[in-house]
């Protein structure tokens, strides 16, 4: 059977068919599965049964699997796959990461030094209301942005916390997750970053955006951090944008160097259910390697 690819938005995104991701995918055909990911940043597949093993198997295809952070929601024989979503066990305990805080356009592992890192999403419960998700293309932002706001983008860099963004959820929310332990917070440094990147891969000029940079260099505060807020409002202007209402059984795989993603509103969902598996990996060649990711994913396993 071949591939069929339909866009999902004029700039990014294609709508994969013709593929099975839980059975034995030819070397070709993922081949191509794989250029089409660099080509269009986001991949949707619809109707998959990716068990967890499945789904381990498919990340580790794409490249070094990344072990989630939050450790208590990865799941104990697949370490690879970690759970979202609002399920609880019998005592109301979480079984999945629920994140009030999530409606805000990122891209994942930005306080990481290797960038270039895929996410896999796929819907294994989802509510009748809500828990939509959002997509814009930074390559697509870069390419459209007028030359004065290139010019001046290309001199920033910003320096990037995990930890400022994952404290702020675990404040709003006690019970989101267990604290990190100091050996844990220790392998997640702070990570500095240009704005503006080209992709190992692809080769395209793309736009690295976070809105929770602890500090700037290369411009005055004064200048960069309303040039950041003007980037992101460019970047995912109407039009410019893929809205992604869930299916249960849909796999979204997309390129974070070239793409950023926000969730919505957790309030039309909350006393539903929505679970969620999500996977990562590093995909090479990257221009800047991380260090003793073997050693940073030990840490992350569950006991």
Request: some cysteine.
């Amino acid at each position: 059977m071949a591939l069929s690819f339909r866009p999902l938005n004029p700039h990014f995104g294609v709508d994969v068919s013709g593929v099975d991701l839980a059975g034995e995918v030819p070397d070709a055909m993922f081949a191509e599965i794989v250029a089409a990911y660099y080509r269009h940043s986001v991949l949707l597949f619809r109707g998959q049964n990716l068990v967890p093993a499945a789904q381990a198997r498919l990340t580790r295809r794409f490249g070094k699997p990344k072990i989630e952070t939050r450790k208590q929601f990865n799941l104990r024989e697949h370490p690879e796959v970690s759970a979202l979503g609002n399920i609880v066990d019998a005592d109301g305990r979480p079984l999945a990461f629920f994140n009030r805080l999530g409606e805000s356009w990122h891209t994942d592992g930005v306080a990481a030094c290797h960038v270039d890192a895929a996410t896999l999403l796929y819907a294994v419960q989802v509510p009748r209301r809500g828990g939509d998700t959002m997509f814009a293309s930074a390559a697509a932002a870069y390419e459209t942005l007028p030359t004065a706001l290139r010019a001046q983008a290309a001199k920033l860099r910003m320096r990037c916390s995990f930890h400022a963004h994952n404290d702020k959820i675990r404040e709003a929310d006690p019970a989101s997750h267990v604290a990190l332990t100091p050996e844990e917070r220790a392998a997640l440094p702070d990570v500095w970053h240009d704005v503006v990147q080209v992709h190992p891969v692809t080769g395209r000029t793309v736009l690295y955006l976070y809105d929770s940079a602890l500090e700037y260099d290369g411009l005055p505060e004064r200048t960069a951090a309303p040039l950041m807020a003007q980037l992101f409002t460019h970047a995912t202007r109407e039009g410019f944008t893929y809205r992604h209402r869930w299916s249960r059984g849909d796999l979204m795989v997309w390129d974070n160097h070239t793409t950023l993603h926000s969730a919505t509103a957790v309030g039309p969902y909350e006393k539903d259910r929505r679970l969620m598996h999500r996977s990562f990996a590093y995909t090479w060649p990257t221009a800047r390697p991380l260090d003793n990711i073997d050693e940073r994913n030990a840490i992350f396993r569950r006991a």
